[in-house]
């Protein structure tokens, strides 16, 4: 089955700078990798997901990047803000045709953004 | 739309008593799940959906039960709690159908076993 390696576990960044969050996985199958925002105390939200056939998504300050031949994706947040701070997972599954493939979630990644 | 809700938000048991957490979604999602989040574990699948009358297990079934006899209605069963399972649990949704991957959370109950 799938297997989701996160790295690092905290990450602690001065406004205004960059965060890189970097993932692997282990099932060359997978095709949808999404990442996931929980601020303390709330529900995971999506912010941004990259399918198989796209290298890289960007969306305002974040983007993913996705290497298939190495399987690692990677979140990269730019002029980051103390809003920014909260704990980040990633995920892989497969998805095929309209069916929803079971998500394997990272452990987390706690960014702390200092003022 | 209220999205998907979960209800209690808190509960306490003690050590082999039963209860069922329950999940609604109003966005006629096809596909719900059920997840535990530990410290440092991330988030684990505990059984899904696919369509009402379907459910399977995801990697950790053992102790809890589901059901799905409508679409809207997701219920998890613990059948006899143990501390292990002291955790918060979140219910999610999605439309695969809709080509929608995207899985949206509820708010999440967090239960404590003593």
């Known amino acids: 089955g799938e297997n989701v390696e996160q790295h690092p576990s905290t990450l602690s960044v001065q406004e205004g700078d960059s965060a890189v969050i970097k993932c692997t996985y282990s099932?060359?199958?997978?095709?949808?990798f999404p990442w996931y925002k929980q601020e303390l105390g709330k529900r995971p939200q999506l912010i941004i997901d990259?399918?198989?056939?796209?290298g890289e998504k960007k969306d305002q300050r974040i983007a993913v990047t996705l290497n298939k031949t190495a399987k690692h994706f990677s979140l990269h947040i730019t002029e980051t803000q103390p809003e920014d701070s909260a704990v980040y997972f990633c995920?892989?599954?497969?998805?095929?045709?309209?069916?929803?493939?079971?998500?394997?979630f990272g452990k987390g990644t706690k960014l702390s953004v200092k003022p | 739309n209220a999205g998907v809700t979960q209800t209690p938000k808190f509960q306490v048991l003690k050590t082999g008593q039963s209860m069922t957490l329950q999940c609604a979604q109003d966005?006629?999602?096809?596909?719900m799940s059920w997840y535990r989040q530990d410290p440092g574990m991330g988030l684990r699948l505990i059984h899904y959906?696919?369509?009402?009358?379907?459910?399977d297990q995801g990697e950790v079934p053992n102790g809890y039960n589901v059901s799905r006899s409508t679409t809207e209605d997701f219920p998890l069963r613990l059948l006899s709690a143990a501390p292990s399972q002291t955790s918060v649990y979140f219910c999610?949704?999605?439309?695969?159908?809709?080509?929608?991957?995207?899985?949206?959370f509820g708010p999440g109950t967090r239960l404590t076993v003593t």
């Open positions: 999610a949704s999605s439309s695969p159908k809709r080509r929608s991957y995207e899985q949206y």
């Open positions: 099932d060359s199958a997978s095709n949808y």
């Open positions: 990259i399918r198989s056939n796209v």
């Open positions: 995920a892989a599954t497969l998805n095929y045709g309209g069916s929803q493939g079971n998500l394997i």
């Open positions: 966005m006629n999602h096809e596909y």
């Open positions: 959906s696919v369509g009402a009358g379907i459910t």
